[in-house]
């Protein structure tokens, strides 16, 4: 079975950054795409962005372009988002995912998924 586990969320006011981080606990050497979606109280979850297994290909919401950056270490399964220029509206759980396909914007390619982070901007 695949953990993932994601850190670094809190408390930040508006204009400020945060970094969240990402951890996969997988069988065999797999590499695996990676996600971001976030889902804020009475909303769906969103896409945030993704990355390709090889790191080559990233995609952003536009809500979140210019601001939000995605990375991650060459052959492993460990990302992060690296969050600038926080919006109240940026306020939700994050959740970290991983997908043996694509690094689609949709949540049905992903496999495996994370416990999710509480971020909060206030104003």
């Known amino acids: 079975q695949v953990q993932l586990v994601e850190s670094g969320g809190g408390l930040v006011q508006a204009g400020e950054s945060l970094r969240l981080s990402c951890a996969a606990s997988a069988r065999g050497l797999r590499i695996f795409a990676m996600g971001w979606f976030r889902q804020a109280p009475g909303k769906e979850r969103e896409f945030v962005t993704s990355?390709?297994?090889?790191?080559?290909?990233?995609y952003y919401a536009d809500s979140v372009k210019g601001r939000f950056t995605i990375s991650r270490e060459n052959g492993k399964n460990t990302v992060y988002l690296q969050m600038n220029s926080l919006k109240p509206e940026d306020t939700a759980v994050y959740y970290c995912?991983?997908?043996?396909?694509?690094?689609?914007?949709?949540?049905?390619?992903?496999?495996?998924w994370g416990q999710g982070t509480q971020v909060t901007v206030s104003s």
């Open positions: 990355i390709s297994s090889s790191g080559t290909n990233t």
């Open positions: 995912a991983a997908s043996r396909i694509t690094p689609a914007q949709t949540m049905d390619p992903y496999d495996y």
